[in-house]
C-alpha cells in the first residue's frame, strides 16, 4: 500500500502563488505517471497537471502558463508551482500516483487526501 501526503495548500490573495508537495512512501517498486487533480464545490474532479515517469508534462487549458508540474524521482514527490492564482482556482487539491509494487507487477493507482487552495482577497 502507498501513502501520499500533501502540503502547502493554504489561503492566497488574487495573482499570489503557492506550491504543493506530494510525498509518496509504503510498498513502492516504481512509480509511473503523478499528477494532480482538484475538485471544486458542486463540481467535478477534474485534471489539473500530469507528468510522466520520463518528465512529460499534459496541462488542463485553465493552467497553462500559470501552474507547472514536477516530480523528484528519488524522493517519489510530485510538485505543483501555481503562480498568478485566481479565485476560481479555488478547490481542494489531491495528488494521485500510479505505482507498482514489485517488478512487472500490476499498477496501482492511489490519491492524497487532499490540499485545500482557497484564493481570496
Same mark, same amino acid.
Given at each position: 500500500?502507498?501513502?501520499?501526503?500533501?502540503?502547502? =495548500?493554504?489561503?492566497? #490573495?488574487?495573482? &499570489?502563488?503557492? @506550491?504543493?508537495?506530494? *510525498?509518496?512512501?509504503?510498498?513502492?517498486? %516504481?512509480? +509511473?505517471?503523478? =499528477?494532480?487533480?482538484? #475538485?471544486?464545490? &458542486?463540481?467535478? @474532479?477534474?485534471?489539473? *497537471?500530469?507528468?510522466?515517469?520520463?518528465? %512529460?508534462? +499534459?496541462?488542463?487549458?485553465?493552467?497553462?502558463?500559470?501552474?507547472?508540474?514536477? @516530480?523528484?524521482?528519488?524522493?517519489?514527490?510530485?510538485?505543483?508551482?501555481?503562480?498568478?492564482?485566481?479565485?476560481?482556482?479555488?478547490?481542494?487539491?489531491?495528488?494521485?500516483?500510479?505505482?507498482?509494487?514489485?517488478?512487472?507487477?500490476?499498477?496501482?493507482?492511489?490519491?492524497?487526501?487532499?490540499?485545500?487552495?482557497?484564493?481570496?482577497?
Amino acid at each position: 500500500q502507498v501513502q501520499l501526503v500533501e502540503s502547502g =495548500g493554504g489561503l492566497v #490573495q488574487p495573482g &499570489g502563488s503557492l @506550491r504543493l508537495s506530494c *510525498a509518496a512512501s509504503g510498498n513502492i517498486f %516504481s512509480i +509511473n505517471a503523478m =499528477g494532480w487533480y482538484r #475538485q471544486a464545490p &458542486g463540481k467535478q @474532479r477534474e485534471l489539473v *497537471a500530469g507528468i510522466t515517469s520520463d518528465g %512529460s508534462t +499534459n496541462y488542463a487549458d485553465s493552467v497553462k502558463g500559470r501552474f507547472s508540474i514536477s @516530480r523528484d524521482n528519488a524522493k517519489d514527490t510530485v510538485y505543483l508551482q501555481m503562480n498568478s492564482l485566481k479565485p476560481e482556482d479555488t478547490a481542494v487539491y489531491l495528488c494521485n500516483v500510479e505505482s507498482q509494487n514489485r517488478d512487472n507487477g500490476p499498477y496501482y493507482t492511489d490519491w492524497g487526501q487532499g490540499t485545500q487552495v482557497t484564493v481570496s482577497s
